[in-house]
């Protein structure tokens, strides 16, 4: 059974930064798309980024292009998201996804497993 493990989660002011690791149990880890999503209260679950084990291509939603960055560390068997200059509206609980099929991409219907999340609270 693969399971996905979030850390990193906080408070922190508007501005700040905070860097979220998703570590992943399995030795297949390379092989698969990964992906971040958030979830903030009484609202649906969102993409945020993926990568792709394919290309290696990478993937933001609008609202956080330029601030959060994806990676991965294949030997680590993680994944990260760095978030700069975060915002109040960043807040919400963040999950990390695995995709058997390799590709990342913003439909949670491409993902195969989950993990529990991290809250980020961000203040004003």
């Known amino acids: 059974q693969v399971q996905l493990v979030e850390s990193g989660g906080g408070f922190v002011q508007a501005g700040g930064s905070l860097r979220l690791s998703c570590a992943v149990s399995g030795r297949t880890f390379s092989s698969y798309g990964m992906g971040w999503f958030r979830q903030a209260p009484g609202k649906e679950r969102e993409f945020v980024a993926a990568?792709?084990?394919?290309?290696?291509?990478?993937y933001y939603a609008d609202s956080v292009k330029g601030r959060f960055t994806i990676s991965r560390d294949n030997a680590k068997t993680s994944v990260y998201l760095q978030m700069n200059s975060l915002k109040p509206e960043d807040t919400a609980i963040y999950h990390c996804a695995a995709s058997r099929s390799g590709y990342g991409g913003a439909r949670t219907s491409m993902y195969d497993y989950w993990g529990q999340g991290t809250q980020v609270t961000v203040s004003s």
């Open positions: 990568v792709s084990r394919i290309s290696g291509s990478t």
